[in-house]
């Protein structure tokens, strides 16, 4: 019986060592970024676009995301920061998706698309994650006769934002 434990022993613990070899590692521990990084300047970003504010709605939902998170402190300027967010807006667009039956959209798709990069501070500038086409989509329903076609679309412009902000966030903390 001994040497039926002794071989059980022996087999959990190479499974064990080949398991912990693999390079598996717990998703969301941030291993990516250096422990030292501790405050985050979120540069507010570019616009490259010929839409009006949409950076400012994304630069406010990346900087309400990391706050939420709680991985770093939001810092008001680079001097104060161990690494640094900056970027642009490089891509906007409206693209109808579905129409009715007289051919009038009533669904439409926002697409933004980014370039981000999560970098150090000062001379060093090591880039600690990166994305020159960060894209994220976000349908919303119109009906063709509102009024208030801007309206509704800087609404969806909010809401991707910050979707787009939850997305870019995990993928920074997760370094995907």
Same mark, same amino acid.
């Given at each position: 019986?001994?040497?039926?434990?002794?071989? =059980?022993? &022996? @087999? =959990?613990?190479?499974?064990?060592?080949?398991?912990?070899?693999?390079?598996?590692? =717990?998703?969301? *521990?941030?291993?990516?970024?250096? #422990?030292?990084?501790?405050?985050?300047?979120?540069?507010?970003?570019?616009?490259?676009?010929? /839409?009006?504010? #949409?950076?400012?709605?994304?630069?406010?939902? %990346?900087?309400? +995301?990391?706050?939420? /998170?709680? *991985?770093?402190?939001?810092?008001?300027?680079?001097?104060?920061?161990?690494?640094? %967010?900056?970027?642009?807006?490089? &891509?906007?667009?409206?693209?109808?998706?579905? $129409?009715?039956?007289? &051919? *009038?959209a009533n669904?439409? +798709?926002?697409?933004?698309? @980014?370039?981000?990069?999560? !970098?150090?501070?000062?001379?060093?500038? !090591? #880039? %600690?994650?990166?994305?020159?086409?960060?894209?994220? /989509?976000?349908?919303?329903?119109?009906?063709?006769?509102?009024?208030? $076609?801007?309206? =509704? +679309?800087? +609404?969806? %412009?909010? !809401?991707?934002?910050?979707?787009?902000?939850?997305?870019?966030?995990?993928d920074l903390?997760?370094?995907?």
């Open positions: 019986m001994s040497m039926k434990k002794t071989l =059980l022993s &022996g @087999a =959990l613990g190479a499974l064990l060592l080949a398991l912990t070899g693999c390079g598996y590692a =717990l998703v969301g *521990r941030s291993a990516n970024i250096p #422990v030292d990084v501790k405050a985050v300047y979120l540069q507010p970003l570019t616009n490259q676009t010929q /839409r009006q504010q #949409v950076e400012q709605s994304l630069t406010q939902a %990346i900087a309400t +995301e990391l706050v939420t /998170r709680q *991985r770093f402190a939001l810092v008001g300027s680079e001097t104060q920061a161990n690494a640094e %967010i900056v970027g642009a807006v490089t &891509g906007f667009t409206v693209t109808p998706v579905t $129409f009715d039956q007289t &051919g *009038r669904e439409y +798709e926002i697409a933004i698309t @980014a370039q981000i990069t999560f !970098k150090r501070t000062g001379t060093e500038g !090591k #880039v %600690i994650w990166r994305s020159d086409r960060y894209t994220f /989509r976000e349908n919303y329903p119109l009906d063709p006769t509102a009024a208030n $076609f801007v309206d =509704l +679309e800087n +609404e969806t %412009i909010d !809401k991707a934002s910050k979707r787009f902000a939850q997305t870019l966030v995990t903390l997760e370094g995907f």
